[in-house]
């Protein structure tokens, strides 16, 4: 079968210049003999096409020229491929037959019997400290019964590495030994691991640091000197100085070239960012409509990494002017210190007047976007009635999503809770839970889901400390904070009071579409009010709706249509439109 492979092969590679001196076009292809692995799978391969099925009608069926080096390829990847799945006694067969300037064209396939893998061992790993061969045996794709394919044997070996660099032996070194009877479909691994000596973290030497101190960049470390080698530690130091935002370039290099050695060395090669900052920025959407802010920033304020950054906003609903100096590594690498000051005019439906004050507060990270926060915060809210608040806040945030901007998938879960002292009033106690998911369907569609839930318990609870909802990204058939109880003025005009429980969520559908568009198709509920039937799905409002995307290099540009299918509140009463228009910057979540 092998010589008459290659003899065919040798006349497919003859065939080019009469090829393309008689325009030879296919006029069929067919794969014959696959049982195991489908034409769907297969096809894909080949670049070699079969006719259009429309290819009868005028002007819109091309024939598809025949290219005999490039069929030849492509038998060569099928075989690979069957290979790579374990038939290793694959052949495949190229067949050809001219009729006139036309090609029909036949792979033939024999996939003679899987190779299935009969043991695996891993040699090397019984007396070393902290490793256990079984269970890192069972994070392998390579597995006793099943098909023995070749190429999963880099990512397996890899695998054991990245195990071991993590539990202290950075010099490992890993050989497989593959021993086959592929007539009999059978096959044994083992994989030899070299560990070398078990290792600690050594001297720590930092360079390119020109205004930012050695002693503030040794701060971010997430290791000390005698620490056990951890990989993971190496990683979470560069991204833990990173995020300070006063370095462009952070890298954490171990010093490996004595594999004798049991204390490993790292150079620290930093690059810092510009220590100022200056944006500008603005836009427009259907509930702030015109939109500006400016803000200034300097990073290493005062030395210590600290970043301290002034912002301004002005829009028809909010204008705001706000200060944050934020200090890293104020409890080890991980912990942050936190200081704002802010002043802000309201103009919403349902909050108007001017609050201003100031937080304190202290976040760690506890693993990679896993961050726990606790703040104190004091304002003074300006309105009918001035009243002084006092929160202490804890919070929760585990987001996991691949872009904060247009996730694709991924998963995003805050939490908070918080007890406010009211100047001369009943204190009350509020927490919030917000969770979404995001799975993809196909490589351009995604399935997206938000709920939110919060109450608030205690009386004498000020109207801009309530809950609102409606609005580009709530509930999108009703406007900005149109969506819970309300009164209505002398000429007619709807007011939200808000309420002190909600409930809210979302189920979208989003495409991507050619030339950076997209598309959505959504369905939102919620409610707000003052007891605890507001959470009864009986009491909820639904809207249903559609809107188009465009994915600028600032995130997805947004127009929502959200019609009102279920309205508990009677919202024709107050002269509220039964649809609402959404134009927006982000994904409504």
């Known amino acids: 079968m092998r010589a008459a492979f290659c003899v065919l092969c040798l006349v ?22 696959n049982q195991k692995i489908s034409d769907r799978k297969l096809r894909p391969l080949m670049v070699t096409r079969a006719p259009a099925w429309y290819a009868f009608l005028p002007f819109l069926g091309s024939p598809r020229p025949f290219e005999p080096a490039r069929f030849a390829e492509d038998v060569r990847r099928i075989e690979a491929y069957y290979k790579d799945s374990g038939y ?12 006139g300037n036309a090609a029909d064209l036949t792979v033939r396939v024999a996939e003679g019997n899987l190779t299935r893998l009969q043991e695996l061992r891993i040699e090397g790993l019984d007396s070393l400290a902290g490793v256990s061969p079984n269970r890192l045996l069972r994070s392998l794709s390579l597995r006793p019964g099943r098909a023995f394919r070749q190429p ?66 040794l701060k971010g470390l997430d290791f000390g000197t005698g620490d056990l080698y951890r990989e993971s530690r190496r990683l979470n130091t560069q991204r833990l100085l990173y995020r300070t935002g006063v ?108 609050q201003f004050g100031g937080a304190l507060g202290l976040s760690r990270e506890f693993a990679d976007r896993v961050v726990g926060a606790l703040q104190y915060e004091q304002k003074l809210i300006m309105a009918t009635q001035d009243t002084m608040l006092f929160n202490i806040r804890a919070s929760f945030l585990k ?99 808000g309420g002190k429980y909600k409930t809210e969520g979302s189920a979208e559908l989003r495409w991507r579409l050619p030339k950076r568009m997209g598309a959505a198709a959504f369905l939102d509920f919620g409610n707000v009010g003052n007891d605890l039937s507001t959470y009864g799905f009986s009491e909820f409002a639904y809207t249903v709706g559609g809107g188009l995307r465009y994915n600028s290099p600032i995130g997805p540009i947004r127009i929502d249509v959200g019609f009102k299918v279920k309205d508990p509140f009677d919202s024709d009463f107050f002269g509220l439109r039964s649809y609402n228009i959404h134009f927006s910057l982000g994904q409504a979540f």
Request: charged letters at 20%.
């Open 12 to 33: 497919l590679l003859s065939l080019p210049a009469l090829a393309e001196e008689a325009g030879l076009t296919v006029r069929s292809l067919r794969i014959l003999g």
């Open 88 to 99: 290793l006694n694959v052949t495949v067969t190229p067949e050809i037959n001219l009729v």
């Open 247 to 354: 370095f462009r370039v952070v890298t954490a290099r171990p010093d490996l070239s004595d594999s004798t050695r049991t204390s490993v060395p790292v150079l620290l090669s930093i690059q810092e960012r510009p220590f100022n900052l200056v944006r500008i920025g603005g836009g427009y959407d259907t509930e702030e409509t015109l939109r500006a802010s400016v803000t200034w920033g300097r990073r290493n304020f005062m030395g210590g990494a600290r970043n301290l950054t002034l912002t301004g906003k002005a829009s028809r609903i909010l204008v705001e002017g706000q200060g944050d100096l934020r200090q890293p590594f104020v409890i080890g690498s991980r912990t942050d210190l936190g200081f704002t000051t802010f002043i802000r005019r309201l103009r919403e439906p349902g909050i108007r007047g001017v």
């Open 399 to 497: 987001d996991k999503r691949d872009d904060v901007f247009d996730p694709y998938e991924g998963a995003f879960f805050l939490t908070s809770a918080e007890q406010v002292f009211v100047q001369h009033a009943k204190n009350f106690f509020r927490a919030t839970v917000d969770a979404r998911w995001y799975r993809p369907i196909t490589r351009r569609m995604t399935f997206a889901v938000r709920v939110f839930g919060g109450g608030i318990r205690g009386e004498s609870v000020p109207t801009p400390e309530k809950f609102f909802a409606g609005g580009a990204s709530s509930v999108r058939g009703w406007g900005l904070q149109e969506l819970g109880p309300g009164y209505a003025d002398v000429s007619g005009r709807f007011h939200p009071v």
């Open 152 to 217: 999963a044997l880099t990512p397996d070996k890899f695998q054991i590495l990245a195990y071991l660099l993590e539990r202290g032996y950075p010099y490992a070194t890993v050989a497989s030994f593959v021993r086959l009877q592929a007539d009999e479909g059978q096959a044994w691994v083992t994989l030899r691991v070299a560990p070398g000596p078990h290792a600690m973290f050594g001297e720590v030497k930092v360079e390119g640091n020109a205004r930012v101190s050695t002693r503030t960049v």
